[in-house]
């Protein structure tokens, strides 16, 4: 087997919710030693659920995003079928240690002796309260590279701000850049642009910290903003507004120069999004679509006098697009060069015929959830094989190999932090 880029490369992982864990889980499809350092004494922000032990009743009720457990059941260990954490824990360990107590704090220390690098994503009090800073983790390791995440960066107004990716999204401005243009932005859906972001990012920054740190031997602090990360994904409005003192709204589903839209197909709640640029795009879409009568109107005859008349050629798009199964109609349009794809949900995506003969979802299995298909890393390589070597790891699922291997602790020592409520694969009792 090839060698992945990473290996050897060891982890710390305390990360929370989406952004940190994904850039983790990118290190670990990369082949770094990833160990999620974890509590069984506090139940922390939403990662391994919204809370440990959510009755079935609620499971049931929640929306799928929040509780898309198997059979809608939490089972016994729900914290190990949580989906959204489940989908960023391949590849992963993980250990638990209750940080709070100086013990726990000396082996946490003793952790970052061996290891690279630490990823966290936290407030920034909250690493401070922890006694967690980078002058202390470079004293035990001078190598070592500490990656921190904060929503808003580590100094500043906001640096101990809670945010989730609703609230960073609309601070940076993104919020008011999305939805329909006849609704507020009470009624946009929710899309963590600035999470999936700073996961790619934040593995990015680690990756040249690890370059730099072969080239020099010097580890080095790097912090990722996650909305200023975020910012240069929506840097066009930025500069509207540097340059000319405007601030954009929403378009909608249409496009600032294009013809565009998202248009009823034939069946059931099926659609079809198009795009088309130019003059040459428009004789494209003409012929793939049997040139009818009323595209040779006078008032379509210019990209520009299209562009007046959006809202009625909208209405006459939708009128070729209704007789059409939205998979065929994309696969015809592109036949002819016009940019189009047909709207699917997670089912239609799962069984696609292109992301199926791409291997995009692999299968990967775990005691508490069973066997089922996963999104792999977004990333293949000619020369190394990544991939889901291991399925979504469980609440301190390697506790024996980090106490007993990594740290050398005898089975006396290993049973004692177990009845001091370190270590553990159940969260405590008086955890909800």
């Known amino acids: 087997m090839t060698k992945l880029p990473l290996e050897g490369i060891r982890v710390l ?3 929370v919710v989406w952004a940190g864990p994904y850039c983790a889980t990118l290190l670990a499809d990369l082949g770094a030693e990833v160990i999620r350092v974890e509590s069984i004494q506090i139940f922390g922000p939403p990662s391994r659920g919204s809370m440990a032990r959510p009755s079935k009743f609620m499971i049931e009720n929640l929306p799928a995003f929040m509780a898309g457990m198997p059979g809608r059941d939490p089972a016994e260990r729900p914290w190990n079928r949580y989906p959204l954490f489940n989908a960023h824990a391949r590849n992963k360990l993980s250990m638990t240690v209750d940080l709070l107590r100086p013990e726990g704090k000396r082996i946490f220390d003793r952790l970052v002796e061996i290891s690279d690098v630490l990823v966290e994503n936290n407030p920034t009090e909250t690493m401070t309260k922890l006694g967690i800073s980078y002058e202390d983790l470079k004293r035990i390791n001078p190598a070592f590279i500490m990656l921190r995440m904060p929503a808003y960066g580590s100094s500043g107004p906001y640096q101990n701000h809670r945010s989730l990716g609703i609230h960073i999204e609309g601070v940076i401005g993104h919020s008011l850049l999305r939805g329909y243009t006849d609704l507020d932005p009470a009624a946009n859906t929710q899309v963590y642009m600035a999470d999936a972001a700073a996961g790619v990012g934040g593995a990015f920054a680690v990756a040249c910290a690890l370059n730099h740190r072969r080239k020099t031997g010097e580890g080095q602090l790097v912090e990722l903003s996650q909305a200023e990360n975020a910012i240069p994904f929506i840097g066009q409005a930025f500069m509207d507004y540097s340059m000319n003192g405007r601030s954009q709204a929403t378009l909608g589903n249409r496009h600032p120069t294009a013809i565009q839209g998202v248009y009823p197909c034939r069946d059931e709640d099926s659609w079809i999004a198009i795009t088309i640029f ?25 990209h520009e006098s299209r562009r007046a008349s959006h809202d009625e050629l909208d209405e006459r798009i939708s009128s070729w697009t209704r007789g059409q199964e939205h998979r065929q109609a994309m696969t015809l349009l592109q036949s002819h060069g016009v940019a189009a794809g ?63 291997t990594l740290l050398r602790l005898s089975d006396a020592e290993y049973e004692e932090l177990v009845e001091s409520g370190h270590i553990g694969e159940e969260y405590a009792p008086h955890v909800r």
């Open 13 to 15: 992982d305390m990360t």
């Open 278 to 302: 130019d003059d040459r795009d428009w004789e494209l879409f003409i012929h793939a679509i049997g040139a009818p009568e009323w595209t040779r109107s006078e008032q379509l005859a210019t």
């Open 342 to 404: 047909a709207v699917l949900n997670q089912r239609h995506a799962s069984e696609d015929p292109h992301l199926v003969s791409r291997g995009m979802f692999e299968e990967a299995s775990q005691e508490d959830v069973g066997t089922h298909l996963y999104p792999r890393a977004p990333f293949r390589m000619s020369a190394s094989d990544v991939r889901i070597r291991r399925g979504p790891v469980r609440l301190g699922q390697d506790n024996e190999y980090v106490y007993k």
